[in-house]
């Protein structure tokens, strides 16, 4: 039996996107496209709201570790001071500078002068901050003034 052909219909030339045609729509693209970006964009919105708390703690603990690696710098600096301090403290020269100077100490050859204490009574009058004890009978000057008048005029 002899074949029989078909008939030969007009081809039509239709564009059509690459991918599988069977599933191919333009609805169903941008669909798919909205879905995926929806789903992108939730997934970087929880990683970074799972990272933003740790990333606050390490930077809080950065500025933390900073403020107290200023501090020891300080501390150091200060503890540097005191070592130096004792150090100076326990020079014999200090000792005895300071020993005269708080306690004071007399050392053998050094001339001393007493001055009496005013007697009770005695009225007691202020000159630039200094307290000092007048001469009975001239309560305008302190007592080194009229002995400076005094030797001044025996000199003449």
């Known amino acids: 039996m002899p074949r029989r052909a078909l008939p030969v219909q007009p081809q039509r030339h239709v564009a059509r996107a690459a991918g599988p045609p069977s599933s191919w729509s333009p609805a169903g693209a941008r669909l798919a496209f909205t879905t995926r970006a929806a789903l992108l964009g939730l997934a970087v919105c929880a990683v970074v709201l799972t990272l933003a708390y740790p990333a606050r703690q390490y930077l809080a603990q950065r500025a933390k570790i900073a403020a107290l690696a200023h501090q020891e710098r300080t501390d150091e600096r200060a503890v540097q001071a005191l ?31 007493y001055l009496p204490a005013a007697p009770a009574g005695t009225p007691v009058t202020r000159h630039d901050g200094v307290q000092t004890p007048v001469v009975a009978g001239h309560d305008y000057l302190p007592w080194y003034d009229e002995a400076w008048k005094s030797t001044v005029a025996a000199s003449h």
Do not use: Y
């Open 83 to 113: 070592r130096q301090t004792i150090a100076q403290g326990q020079a014999p020269s200090h000792i005895i500078s300071e020993a005269r100077q708080r306690l004071q100490l007399k050392m053998p050859g050094d001339q001393v002068f």
